[in-house]
C-alpha cells in the first residue's frame, strides 16, 4: 500500500529492504503489524509499542520446514531449537508416519519403540519429558494447543502410531484385517478433521526398532497405504508423505513403484511428498523420480520432492560417536571421562592398540539410516571451520604420513578433542543438489529437525542456502532464496496465510544481514531431558525473528515471549 495511513500499531519495522517472499524484486518500505498481522506494507505513520530498526538489512518472511520430528521435543523445548535460531517460524512434524498418537499412555511403550531407533530420540528422554494426557489425535492436537511455543507447528498423522493404536503388539508381525482397518479409517478421518495435516507413513529400511525388526508401517501392504490414503480422498483434505521404499538399483523395479506413487496422487487427488537425495554409489536413481513429478502433473496428480541444500553429512566426535566405538579396546576406552580418553590418546601404547583395533577385522551389525558405520577415508571429511573446504582424513593421513586412524587421532587432540568428522550419506555431489534444488516441483526442506539428535545436523539447512548457495556461490539470487524457503514451503503445505510479506498476511517475519547470516559450528549440549545428548547450532547475522507479530529472537537471543501456535489443518479451520 502507498501513502502515509496514521495508526496504532503493535509492531513497526523501519527503514529495511522488503524481499515480500513471491520472487520479485526487493523493494524499500516500512511495515506495520497489528494483532499478529501485516496491516500496512509502505510508508508507515503511527505509534508503536515496539520498533525494529531494519536499516541496512533485509526483512524477509519467516522460513518454512515442512519436514520436522519435533512431535517429542515440543513437550520439553517450548522455543523449538535448533530451528528457531535459524529463522525457522513454522515447521510440519510428524513425518515418516511417526507419531505421539493416537497412543493411550499404557500403550506409549509401542510408539517409543517406532521412534527411539528410527529418529534416534531417547527413549528415556521421551519418557521423563512427555506429559502423555491423550489417547487419540484430536486429543493430541488439544494438548498441543496448551503448550507455550515458540513457532509455528502443523503436524501428519503418522501410519506407525495408527498401526499400533489398532493392532497393539501384532502392528509389528501382522497385516491389518479389516477390524484394524476400520480403527484406522476411523482414527485417521477424525484426525483430519480435527487438524491433522495430512497421513505419513514409512516404507524404507533404514526405519528400524531398537530389536532391528520393521517399524510398524513398514509391515502395511501398499492396499492398506491406498485405503488410508482414500479416507484423505473421501473428505478432500490432507497431504501424504511417505519415506519410500528402496525400489533396488533395477529399472524395472523402481518403475514399477513410481508408477503405484503418480497412480495414487492421479487416483486420491490427494498431494503426494517425499524425500530425495543423489547417492555416488548410484548416481543414476534419483532423476527419473523427478521426470515422476512431471509426468503426475501432466496426468492431472499433485507430487512434490523434498530436497536438502547440501550433502546430508553423519556427524562424528570424540564427544558424541564413533565408528569404532563397539570395538574391542576402543568399547572400554569410550565410557571413560573425556579428560580420561584425551590423556589414553596421549599415551604411545594406548594410542598404538586403538589404531589396531580399529583397523582389525570386526563382526559388525548392520548400520541402518544414520547410524555409525565404518569410515570410507576418502569421504572422511574434517570439519574444522563451518564453511569448508573440508579435507579427507585420507588426504591428511597422506600429507602426515599416518595411518588414517591415527591420523584422525592426531586431529582430535590438536583440537582438543572437540572437532567434527562429517561422512556424507547422499548428495556428495553438489551439482546434482543445485539441480534438485532448480526443479519447479520440489521444495528446499526436510532438516529432519527434532530427530537424529546426535547424528546428524542440519538445523541450518535454510541458513546454508542463503549463506552457501546465495553469497559464496551466487546460484541464486536472494530474491529466488527466500521465495524458496518462504512462499514455495509454505504453498506446498496449504499454508496460505503465511510465506509473504503481504497485508492480511500473518506476521511471521525475519530481519536479517544478508552479506553475515551463516550457520554456525555444531556443538555438544547435554540439554535433553535425563540429560542426554544432543548436537545444537545457531546462526549470525539475523537481528530479529518475529512469529505472529511478536518478537521472538533478537540477536539470536529469546525475548522470553512464546507467540507460536498450533496449525490445524484447512477441514479444523472450517469447523
Known sequence: ASGAIKMNYDLIIKNGAIIDGSGAARFNADIGIKNGIITTVGSVDGDATETIDAKGQVVTPGFIDGHTHMDAQISWDPLGTCSVWHG???????????????????????????????????????????????????????????????????????????????????????EANEADMAIMKKELADSIRAGAIGFSTSRTRNHQTPQGLPVSSRLATWDEVKELVGVMSELDAGIFEIASEEAGRSPEAQREYQVRLRDLAVESGRPVTWGMFSARRAPDIWPPYFDLLNETAELGGTMFAQVH???????????????????????????????????????????????????????????????????????????????????????????????????????????????????????????????????????????????????????????????????????????????????????????????????????????????????????????????ARRLVQKAEGISATIVNGVVLMRDGEHTGTYPGKLLRGPLAETL
Open 88 to 174: 525457522i517460524t513454522t515447521v510440519v512434524m510428524g513425518n515418516c508416519g511417526f507419531t505421539l498418537a493416537p497412543c493411550a499412555a499404557k500403550d506409549k511403550h509401542l510408539v517409543v519403540r517406532n521412534l527411539e531407533r528410527a529418529e534416534d530420540i531417547s527413549g528415556a528422554a521421551m519418557e521423563a519429558g512427555i506429559d502423555w494426557t491423550w489417547e487419540t489425535y484430536p486429543q493430541y492436537l488439544d494438548a498441543l494447543e496448551k503448550l507455550p511455543k515458540g513457532i509455528n507447528y502443523s503436524g501428519y498423522v503418522g501410519h506407525s502410531a495408527l498401526r499400533t493404536y489398532a493392532m497393539g503388539e501384532r502392528a509389528f508381525t501382522d
Open 309 to 531: 541444500s547440501r550433502a546430508l553429512n553423519v556427524m562424528m566426535s570424540f564427544e558424541t560417536r564413533l565408528p569404532f566405538d563397539k570395538f574391542p579396546v576402543w568399547k572400554e576406552f569410550r565410557e571413560l571421562p573425556l579428560a580420561e580418553q584425551k590423556a589414553g590418546l596421549q599415551d604411545p601404547a594406548m594410542r598404538a592398540r586403538l589404531v589396531e583395533s580399529a583397523n582389525a577385522s570386526h563382526q559388525e551389525g548392520k548400520a541402518v539410516g544414520a547410524e555409525m558405520r565404518r569410515p570410507d577415508y576418502n569421504w572422511l571429511l574434517v570439519m574444522d571451520t563451518i564453511e569448508g573446504p573440508h579435507k579427507t582424513v585420507a588426504d591428511i593421513a597422506e600429507e602426515m604420513h599416518m595411518d588414517p586412524v591415527d591420523a584422525m587421532i592426531e586431529i582430535v587432540l590438536q583440537h582438543d578433542m572437540k572437532v567434527f568428522f562429517r561422512q556424507p550419506l547422499f548428495n556428495e555431489n553438489q551439482d546434482h543438489v543445485l539441480e534438485m534444488m532448480r526443479h519447479p516441483r520440489s521444495v528446499v526442506t526436510f532438516s529432519d529437525s527434532g530427530a537424529h539428535v546426535s547424528q546428524i545436523m542440519d538445523s541450518s539447512l535454510q541458513t546454508h542456502v542463503l549463506s552457501h548457495w546465495v553469497r559464496e556461490e551466487n546460484a541464486f539470487t536472494l530474491e529466488e532464496a527466500i521465495k524458496m524457503i518462504t512462499h514455495d514451503t509454505g504453498s506446498a503445505w496449504g499454508f496460505d496465510d503465511r510465506g509473504l510479506i503481504k497485508e492480511g498476511m500473518a506476521a511471521d517475519i525475519n530481519v536479517f544481514d544478508p552479506d553475515t547470516i551463516n550457520p554456525l559450528m555444531p556443538e555438544v549440549k547435554h540439554d535433553l531431558p535425563t540429560g
